[in-house]
């Protein structure tokens, strides 16, 4: 069973523009969520984490939002920008029994100048 | 320190084969994992170490697959009898209690 899904498997923004990527979670344990960006051929690269205690957390252009009670949470970047071109993976975890990251499948994003 | 590293990046066998895979964590992080990702898919949890413990593995992990962390610092992971469903990007990953898990470049493994 797939206990984290991003339900869109792409996503094309123009340049400047928002993006909004959406990640949905079904195991209520999970209190700790990140985002990670992902290059070909490459590892994962941390973008951005909210605790469950939070709505929200903002780093630069990137804001991840949670909603708790609909299991829901989502990362905007604004602006968008080419080099934001990339697979974006939503992760979660039960923080307290060892932090195994859950992944979702990934959303491709494809940012046009 | 610069990250979390991995050898080798690319790997090449044919099926039958024994593998071995080298993670260096960030020299402070006390806790390693690793993980497989397939093609189109998000990384898989198969197990992790705080210190030299191994304190879980995932039932994605067969008997022909083990690990080990023998001095708390880096970690090797063994496929015995390499088949062509092992082919995937093996990641490793480091964290503290209290830091972001990083993740190294990830090694390639190709079953012929």
């Known amino acids: 069973d797939q206990q984290v899904k991003q339900n869109s498997p792409s996503l094309s923004v123009q340049e400047g523009r928002i993006s909004i990527l959406n990640c949905d979670y079904t195991?209520?344990?999970?209190?700790?969520f990140l985002w990670y960006k992902k290059y070909p051929a490459e590892g994962p690269t941390f973008l951005i984490s909210i605790s469950s205690i939070k709505d929200k957390n903002e780093d630069g252009r990137f804001t991840v939002f949670l909603n708790k009670s609909a299991k829901h949470l989502s990362l905007h970047i604004v602006p968008s920008q080419p080099g934001d071109s990339a697979v974006y993976f939503c992760a979660a975890s039960p923080r307290t029994a060892g932090n195994k990251l859950t992944f979702g499948g990934g959303t491709r994003v494809l940012v046009k100048p | 320190d610069t990250g979390v590293s991995q050898n080798p990046r690319h790997k090449i066998t044919k099926r039958g084969q024994n593998v071995t895979f080298r993670c260096d964590p960030i020299s402070e992080h006390n806790r390693l994992y690793w993980y497989r990702q397939t093609l189109g898919q998000g990384p898989e949890f198969l197990t992790y170490?705080?210190?030299?413990?191994?304190?879980?593995k995932s039932r994605l992990l067969s008997d022909r697959f083990s690990a080990e962390r023998p001095k708390g610092s880096f970690s090797t992971l063994e496929i015995q009898r390499t088949e062509q469903g092992d082919s995937a990007m093996y990641l490793c990953?480091?964290?503290?209690?209290?830091?972001?898990?990083?993740f190294g470049p990830g090694t390639r493994l190709t079953v012929l």
């Open positions: 195991n209520s344990m999970f209190d700790y």
């Open positions: 170490f705080q210190n030299e413990a191994q304190l879980e």
């Open positions: 990953a480091s964290d503290t209690f209290t830091d972001t898990q990083y």
